[in-house]
């Protein structure tokens, strides 16, 4: 009997203390974040400059939070500092954006950085998102020419 009693008391505080664990994950995941989803890094085919090749290198930043965040400001950058700055812009509650290197024109899901020439190298870089203020918000890095894309 008093095996019995030892045996339900110590698994009622092993679900309490992971429950206690858990908590904070959880909470911290229903509020989501905005952050870097990912880099297509090597576009298909031979880079010879054209803008299809261009558009085709991009980087996904996803906002997983219940509410559009404005990225007014906000910076894009890779390892050899190339700079993306958004223009006003807000990025819709659990939506994604895509930025291009090549020119375009910007709309709600797609962004142009509007360069004549390659941003992110094909074997290895660092993207860093940034807000306004300089504060660093995601960092994602590849080193692979085994793949085109790395998922952040």
């Known amino acids: 009997m008093n095996r019995t009693r030892l045996t ?3 698994t009622v505080a092993v679900a309490a203390a992971t429950a206690v664990v858990l908590a904070p994950a959880h909470a911290g995941a229903a509020t989501g974040s905005v952050h870097l989803a990912k880099i297509y890094y090597d576009s298909p085919g031979t880079d010879r400059g054209s803008n299809a090749s261009l558009n085709a290198e991009y980087v996904q930043i996803a906002n997983t939070t219940a509410k559009g965040v404005s990225l007014k400001g906000w910076t894009l950058t890779d390892a050899a500092n190339h700079r993306y700055t958004f223009g006003t812009y807000t990025l819709g509650a659990h ?3 895509t930025v291009h290197t090549g020119k375009g024109t910007n ?6 950085q509007n360069r004549s020439w390659y941003v992110w190298n094909n074997d290895k ?3 860093t998102l940034r807000k306004s203020t300089g504060t660093k918000v995601d960092v994602c890095s590849y080193n692979s ?3 085109d894309y790395r998922i952040c």
């Not at 709309?107 to 142009?112: E, L, P």
Request: no cysteine; proline share 0%; charged share 20%.
């Open 107 to 112: 709309t709600a899901a797609n962004r142009y």
């Open 8 to 10: 339900a008391a110590a």
């Open 95 to 97: 939506k994604t954006v």
């Open 145 to 147: 020419t085994r793949v």
């Open 125 to 127: 870089d660092t993207a």
